[in-house]
């Protein structure tokens, strides 16, 4: 981007925004939670500026400013998904959208409320408590934002009792390409193309969600059995018997027992089991009569610990620390004869796999399938990456359907959509985007940096040719090296570093990022800049200073999904900062000096008892 249309970009939006062009600030949004080696190498994911908008007539100015000039935008939320939705493919301008995170209008006689799309729903709920409300269902992605899952997804926790997120949102504001903020209600044609469509068409402003009340009980369930075949079979009879769970979800042997390593303690039996949900007793009561001689009922507290557990799906499971994940729906009737040939396929890998999957509806369920690595093992994490696309191939020859879409699952776009569904899809796109300047190059067709040679790949036919190859020789590959994965000693900084998950968990807790609206004060920006660090890789002095810029509070560790130890990581980071580039003493005093002085601080402490 010409240095003059930066300059004329500043002078537009003035001090509602704040732009951010220091080079490590807009690597913090050249990814998402998955680790490719290769996206920097087909695609310019680094950004020329990362802008956030304080307000919505700040954004339209941008998007406005931008479809004049042809820059290319991406919109950003928390950015907890990994299908590369979120990254940019030819630099351009990342919208960073968290600040447009305001309760806009609550109406507890209508049962609404109106929310900015940048809001987490963690904070949603939080704020619905005060009113004795909730909201209908909500992501396991519990600290994401509420554009992210419309965007994404709409399944998850309480799906099977309430439908898809689309049945849940009364109505959607849109800013357009254009600059057009238009409100679109549930009953219009175009509603139902902004969920799931990965921003597209449009980005999204604002949204009307319907409310419950507050549920006064949880009451949750663990029941075991000797396989898959009789937790589906018991899963399936029980929703068709009309018992009403609010949630159900499997958990295989796998999971459980990577459970107990985890506790250091043989908990839970290392059986395939169904964790239930009940908000009513009586339905409570129905289910353990209905369990009877088909499953065996564990201890409570157990339940609700598994429970709790359910919002923080990416937990590691392994002592290997990047998890690769296939997630797609898939007939219930089916769902046996997939984790079956899931299993066997797996096998031939030598990867240790863990099955997770939530029903969301009486004839499907949405499966996720872990396996963890290393992504520091180059080579067999790059032989492993192949088993993911193996095993969406497999679900959707069963039936299944891709979850998600993004750049890595273009291959399968035509199974994510029917025909007609993709080619109204398809000229939207060109009637509201027609320069294809919000998030390009990506979900529809993939192309590469690289006069597309490297998109072609992407093509499905290309594309499954080459997945049913890697299939054949990978397993002998696998066997021929081994894949031992020795481990080494670490360093607690080291470990910390290499696995965080890069869910964003932590943003939500984070007084330092709540009171500057700085993104490379969250905890895991701070580990990517660690990262950057033991790799050898120079830092600017700007950036090791903001790294001392925490008040070691520790409310990171309460919501990371792996329970790392970060404020001990900090002071190690911080020591080895401050030997290579000194210790910033007055800009400690002023950060802390501001944090005291804002009344915004002192509420979120008082009420997370700092």
Known sequence: MELALKTRLKELVGNDATIRERIFERELCSSDISAVPFAKRLFNTTPELVIQPLSIEALTQIVQFANEERIAVFPRGSASSGLGGIIPTVRGVVLDLSCLNKMLELDPEKGTLQVQTGVRWSEILEFLKLHNLSVRAYPSSFFSTVGGWINTGGYGIGSLRFGHLKDQVEAIEVLFPSGELKSID???????????????FGILVTATLKLRRKPTKSLPLLIYFEGPGDAFRFMTEMVQADIRPYHIMYLDAAHLETVNKRLGEDLFRVNDAALVEFEEEEERRNCIEFAEHRGILEEEYLAHYLWHERLF????????????V????????RAVLYLTQVKRLAKGYRAEIQVEAHLVAKDKALVMVTH??????????????????????LGIAGGGVPYGVGIWNTPFITDRFDERTLTIYQTYKKKVDPHHLLNPNKFFAVRTKWADIPGILFKPFIFRALIRSAVVLTPVLVRLMGL????????CLEETVYSCMKCGSCAALCPAYMVTGDESLIPKNKLYLAKKLLAGEMIAKSDSD???????C?????????????????????RMLEDKYGK???????????????????RFAYAQKI
């Open 326 to 333: 296939c997630e797609l729906l898939v007939p219930l009737k």
């Open 313 to 324: 799906p990416m937990k590691q499971r392994s002592g290997r620390p990047t998890p690769l």
């Open 372 to 393: 963890h690595c290393d992504e520091r093992k180059l080579f067999p994490y790059l032989l492993h990456m192949t088993l993911i696309p193996a095993l969406m191939k």
């Open 546 to 552: 903001k790294a001392f810029l925490c008040m070691h």
């Open 484 to 491: 031992k994965e020795p481990g080494e000693a670490e360093s």
């Open 584 to 602: 910033p003493e007055e800009a400690i005093r002023n950060f802390v000096s501001a944090i005291e002085a804002d009344e915004d601080y002192w």
């Open 554 to 574: 520790g409310l990171c560790r309460e919501v990371c999904q792996n329970d790392l130890d970060l404020v001990t990581a900090w002071s190690a980071l911080e």
């Open 186 to 200: 549930s009953d219009e044609e175009e509603f139902v193309r902004f969920f799931g469509t990965e921003g597209q």
